[in-house]
């Protein structure tokens, strides 16, 4: 069983900077991808990110396209989400999720991922 958990969130000022990391343990092979959504109060989960582990291709969402960058390290298991002038509207809860074989969905689909972390809670001030 593949368990996923995210550190690094807070509180940071609108401009400020961020960087969140995942860890995955469990994991006995190599995964298709991993990726960040976040889902802010009274709204639906939106789509930040993905890495795809073999081909190193990244995607992004378009709010964040530009601001925001992902990682991995393959050593620890491990995928990154540098962020970067953050605004108000990028508060909200950021969730990890990993996809270990492709499915047929799209990695901005939350249907995409087979496991997910508990959440972290960024807070961008104004």
């Known amino acids: 069983q593949v368990q996923l958990v995210e550190s690094g969130g807070g509180l940071v000022q609108a401009g400020g900077s961020l960087r969140l990391s995942c860890a995955a343990s469990?994991?006995?092979?190599?995964?298709?991808?991993m990726g960040w959504f976040r889902q802010a109060p009274g709204t639906e989960r939106e789509f930040v990110a993905a890495?795809?582990?073999?081909?190193?291709?990244?995607y992004y969402g378009d709010s964040v396209k530009g601001r925001f960058t992902i990682s991995r390290d393959n050593a620890k298991n491990t995928v990154t989400l540098q962020m970067n002038s953050l605004k108000p509207e990028d508060t909200a809860v950021y969730y990890c999720?990993?996809?270990?074989?492709?499915?047929?969905?799209?990695?901005?689909?939350?249907?995409?991922?087979?496991?997910w972390g508990q959440g972290t809670q960024v807070t961008v001030s104004s």
């Open positions: 999720a990993e996809a270990v074989l492709w499915n047929g969905v799209a990695l901005r689909d939350a249907g995409a991922y087979d496991y």
């Open positions: 469990g994991r006995t092979f190599s995964t298709y991808a």
């Open positions: 890495f795809r582990w073999s081909v190193g291709s990244t």
